[in-house]
């Protein structure tokens, strides 16, 4: 017997006002615009095609095959309370709710922590359902998702500033390590200005 479509299972963190529902390939559009938006908020450069197509690796990814690269992507469920929420949101089919937010969920794999874990690897909350808890939930599922699939850590990355939300994630028990993640694009990547020399002058 076939079991539920994991595209169309919502997964609801404890206590939580709205549900996280995992994304299919016909919500790339969806996903795309709040991930304009949270690049726009966090100064980061927006490139829609490169974007784009690891945008959609991660939602051709299926449940059974959890733990295989790449993870998986949830968007937010939220009944509209007003106007402003209404037109803040995104609606995804007449059917369903009002969109509020995305969670990207990727895997990697270390030595040190033993194994597979899970990336936090991009979350937002649109502004009017900020400050109610959302962001907290979504850690909480988060954490949930990474330890129903035998991952052995939830890692993410946070800027030194912002204070709030690493505060919000010393309260998830996710603590901070004296040392900095250094990144390096390879040639061909979007945003690649070193091809060439392994060590350019």
Do not use: I
């Amino acid at each position: 017997m076939n079991g539920p479509d994991p595209a169309k299972t919502v997964l609801t963190a404890p206590g939580a006002s709205g549900a996280w529902q995992r994304a299919a390939g016909v919500d790339a559009g969806l996903v795309l615009g709040m991930m304009r938006e949270f690049y726009a908020e966090e100064g980061l450069a927006f490139d829609e095609a490169a974007q784009g197509a690891a945008l959609g690796a991660v939602l051709a990814q299926r449940e059974e095959d959890a733990g295989e690269m790449p993870g998986a992507v949830f968007w937010l469920r939220c009944a509209s309370g007003s106007a402003a929420e209404s037109a803040a949101g995104r609606e995804r089919s007449p059917a369903t709710a009002t969109v509020a937010g995305y969670l990207v969920l990727t895997w990697g794999y270390s030595l040190e922590f033993g194994g597979r874990f899970v990336v936090l690897d991009e979350v937002w909350v649109a502004p009017p359902w900020r400050g109610r808890g959302e962001g907290r939930r979504a850690v909480e599922f988060a954490l949930e998702w990474a330890r129903a699939r035998g991952a052995k850590a939830l890692r993410l990355e946070v800027a030194h500033e912002n204070g709030r939300a690493r505060a919000l994630y010393a309260r998830a028990g996710l603590v901070g390590q004296a040392r900095d993640l250094l990144t390096r694009r390879l040639a061909g990547a979007a945003g690649d200005g070193q091809a060439g020399d392994l060590f350019p002058p």
